[in-house]
């Protein structure tokens, strides 16, 4: 278990009559990537500017265990920080010129500025713009000046604030797989923010999940995106089934659950008569033309509604006794002959795959 | 027409004949209005960047009074710092009235809300999110100054030519709080006035000559370092 | 807050020790502020003057050259040491008042009515300034004035008064300017104007406007100077002031005036009468 590198305490952060931040407790572990997740104004760049020593805040300790020791003085331990916002903000200056601002701001020599600038430039393949002028870069090309900038001053926590998001498909997916492959063998603690779930869940090993300024959840990404503590949660990893249903019986280890006119058995304990929400993800509703056979209550009927075709899957929308529930299917499989609006389907659902959310735990 | 050729050939003249009295009034114009536009900038710089980047009570009164400042008629200037600094003035103690000090006190509150103004304006044109991302870069509070005034140059290095260019060739003031004495306080506008007023147009025309190339000259130098490159504009058809 | 009224009080001081630096080294004797009017500046007699007076007397003179009004308002605030105007009753207020002090007489120059070669109002040789303003204002001629409240345009309202007749605009012009000013748009709208010989005849070359009228007792344009009453205000140069006023008097100085213009103009511009008084002049 790797040790703080960082530790937030009873942070709060008011603009104006607002709270953007209330964190009472977060801690960054030395060298792992941890992503953060929220909606717009859940307060990731707020927390992330707090991060990086860049903002005040209005009450609350920003610790740096390993490092205090070693650097005094704030501007020094600031300079062990590097951020790379989603716009680039590189400065009127050649390429080599803007990655090699970091350095020169810290008084390095002007041969190792040299030793130490190339490499990246090369690593993030960027190399033949060295003496291009920032400005004449596309938005790929800029923001890999950025990410170089950030790297070159070898920084101890590196700070992302939607590094990818201004960028068209293809150049971000490139990016994030450079910048990944980059940053995996090294021991630099990372924290990126971003609104996209599948990249929190490629590069993040933890996942913090933000909403109005509060930490909703912090763990392991296979924890947060399995398991959601709350509807804004699962709303959030990508649960597009969140159905609400009433607990009829509970036994303590487990429970039934009524939803519209099913009845659905549970693992875990409920209070009987507590509202809960039941999340499941929309590919893990199979769908098939209408089979005769038993029903069960991971295996009902029910009509499709609405097909939503994309290129790699269906989206489906399927009414089901008393309530309705979206699937989708990857086209590769083939799944999907036999099936179009208005026909009556199987649906069945494995029971693994049913996450229950006490209702009142979305605080 | 007859009167600007002249005016010309007099400028000629008087410049390449070396004659010491015009070599000494340009001179003086130019000590005089180097060093106002100089101190506007120490004092009126800090002050735009300060109202640029910072909020505080009132802020917008005093951005209010930059841009009205940035109007003020060099006369009325002329006509305050003269009640500052007559012997009967609060300040007359100094006994800085009718001398080169009083012009170029007159002339930096002239240039002074001139340069403010404009670098208030060039610092509100960055990006605000710049400053957040050179401090973390690793920019002090003092290096991050530096970056944004070299990003903001373009519109900063305008700002000096426009208060350079304001105080040299303004004369109410001048005219006012200098006195236009020979010898001691008579500059390049001041002359000019003194010799239209007497008739001699083509000496009036010569001196006004002498202050555009001068003026012209110091404005080339200084665009010479304000500008870059140009954008490669695309050609529209 | 703290760091930007550093940011702000240290170039202010930086600039203050500058300015400082900057200033003269004071002299060793004060600065005389002489107070005249412009069209006494622009004769060319002070060019001469000044320059001589400071190297007589070791004192340095700046010469505040403004409209009369202005020069004597000056004085009167402390803000000049001594005056040198052509305004004879305006002064004799100042004086009654108490504000300036010692006036006395230093030279004469004349005015003369000038106007366009085809003289529409037939003012020709006329001997009586007064008549050549009525015949003017009867023909509706163009007549340029300074209209600037200097003591010329003081004399020639006065001559208008003395002439019993009100000149009225269009045919009245004010231009609010100096006198070569005022001649140059004489001459441009072939209109008449009163000025002082001396600024006509440096500029007569320019104009094409000949002489008609001069010689007339009430065209003198009387010279004096006058000290400032220290209790005028703070820091008055009294001992500067009397200096310069004996010297305008002094005969040297005297002989220079006669003598100014001669070899320019062929005749004197101005004639000395320090010492005499003021009903003994006479052309």
Redesign the interface.
Known sequence: MAETFLSLRDIVVHYGAATALDIPALDVSGGEMLAVVGANGAGKSTLLRVMGLLQVVDRGVIEFPGLAARYRDPLSLRRRIATVFQQPLLVDDSVYGNVALGLRLRAVGKAEVQRRVMPWLERLAIGHLAERPARTLSGGEAQRASLARALVVEPELLLLDEPFAALDPTSREALLRDFHRTVKGTAITVVFVTHDRHEAYALGQRTAVLDRGRLMQLGSREEVFNSPANDLVAAIVGFENRLMGIVEVSDGKSARVMIGALSIPVSGSFPAGSRVNLCIRANAVRVTPAVPGPGSPFRFDGKIREIFSAREHHRMVIDCPGFELVGSLERARGQFCGLSEGKTVTVSLEPSAIHVILADSSL | MELLGQGLIKAFELVFGFDNEIWAITWLSLKISALATGIALLLGMPVGVMLALTRFTGRSVVVALVNTGMGLPPVVVGLFVSLMLWRSGPLGILEWIYTPIAMVLAQVVIALPIVAGLTLASFQNLNPQLSLQLLGIGASKAQLLWLLCKEARLPLLAGVMAGFGGVISEVGASMMVGGNIRGQTRVLTTATVLETGKGNFDIAIALSVILLLLTFAINFFLTRVQQRDPLRWPRLS | MK??TI??IL??W??LA??WA???AYPQS??I?LSTT?STQ?SGLL?VLIPLFEQQSGNSV????VGTGQALTLAG???ADVVLAHAPSLEKDFVSQGKLLNRRLVMYNDFIIVGPKDDPAKVRAMKSAAAALRAIEQAKAPFVSRGDKSGTHNMELALWKLAGVAPKAPWYIESG?????T??IANERNGYSITDRA?YL??SK?LGLPIFVQGDRVLLNIYSVLEVNPAN????NVAGGKAFADFMIAPRTQKIIHGFGVDKFGQSLFVPVAGMKEDELGV
């Open positions: 760091r930007l940011r702000l170039p202010a930086i600039s500058i300015l900057f200033s003269p004060r600065s502020i412009t622009d060019d700046k010469t505040v050259a605030r402390g803000d300017q100096g006198m070569g000013a001649l140059g600024t440096a500029l320019n205000g703070p820091r008055v």
